[in-house]
């Protein structure tokens, strides 16, 4: 019992820095400017991590546009070169059915 106890503390202490990163504000810091990036194409949800961390700029999903739940798994284009976010993010939808608009401190993807 004692080492399932020590096992369930370590895991929720291995994860808790993980958490605490996702909901720091402060690594939010979407100015528009151009940033060097290379991402490969691949689902949408895991390219928009990508964009978010090259970027520091949030996106989300504006699910009452997006009529696909599996809106994740959408395949994107790939995007190599320095440009700025809103390009960035325009070139990786290209291949998709879906588009990107700015919001306050962001970017909103939604349904063409």
Do not use: E, W
């Not at 020590?6 to 291995?14: E, G, H, R, T, V």
């Not at 060097?36 to 928009?48: F, K, N, T, W």
């Not at 995007?79 to 700015?102: E, F, H, T």
Request: with cysteine; aromatic share 6%.
């Amino acid at each position: 019992m004692r080492h399932i106890l020590a096992c369930m503390a370590f895991i929720s202490l291995a994860a808790a820095p993980q958490v605490a990163a996702a909901q720091d504000a402060s690594f939010y810091r979407c100015d528009n400017r151009p940033v060097r990036v290379d991402i490969a194409a691949m689902p949408l949800g895991d390219a928009l991590k990508k964009f978010t961390n090259a970027t520091r700029c949030p996106v989300s999903l504006d699910v009452r546009q997006v009529a696909n739940a599996d809106a994740h798994d959408v395949p994107t284009a790939r995007v190599k070169g320095r440009m700025s976010p809103a390009r960035i993010l325009r070139q990786m939808l290209s291949a998709s059915p879906l588009k990107a608009k700015v919001i306050k401190g962001g970017f909103s993807v939604y349904m063409k």
